[in-house]
């Protein structure tokens, strides 16, 4: 399934934020943790990642520290900060918001079939 890029931007910020609650991270290991949380649904590359990164840096958000892997290769760690935990819980309200609008309008459009009746009249057409 093709994700729409708008809802990959849109989502990107409660994914980061979320994945950082979890456990300080480094770019690539967010990157692996939003695929396996996403079924392999999202793909995202650096250049998707990196720029949300330095904003929720930028807002304060997050903060970032160097430290050195056991291969020896320098690697940028992110933590979310207390100002990122409030904005977590913020965007988890509007993503829920929008969820629960989404199934109440799809569960309405369920009840009606394609030619724009009530489902309940389409059964009753075909004698049910």
């Not at 809802?7 to 609650?21: F, G, K, M, Q, W």
């Not at 979310?80 to 199934?103: C, F, M, N, P, Y």
Request: avoid cysteine; charged fraction near 25%.
């Amino acid at each position: 399934m093709q994700i729409n890029k708008d809802l990959i931007a849109a989502s990107s910020t409660p994914l980061v934020l979320a994945i950082l609650a979890e456990a300080d991270n480094y770019g690539y290991a967010i990157i692996q943790r939003v695929r396996e949380l996403s079924g392999g649904h999202l793909e995202w590359t650096d250049g998707m990642l990196y720029p949300v990164l330095h904003r929720l840096e930028r807002l304060g958000h997050v903060k970032a520290r160097w430290e050195v892997a056991d291969s020896g290769r320098r690697r940028k760690y992110y933590r979310i900060t207390s100002q990122g935990r409030k904005q977590l819980s913020e965007e988890r309200r509007q993503w829920q918001a929008v969820d629960s609008a989404l199934k109440d309008i799809w569960q309405a459009l369920s009840l009606f079939n394609s030619a724009g009746q009530p489902a309940s009249a389409a059964l009753r057409s075909q004698g049910v």
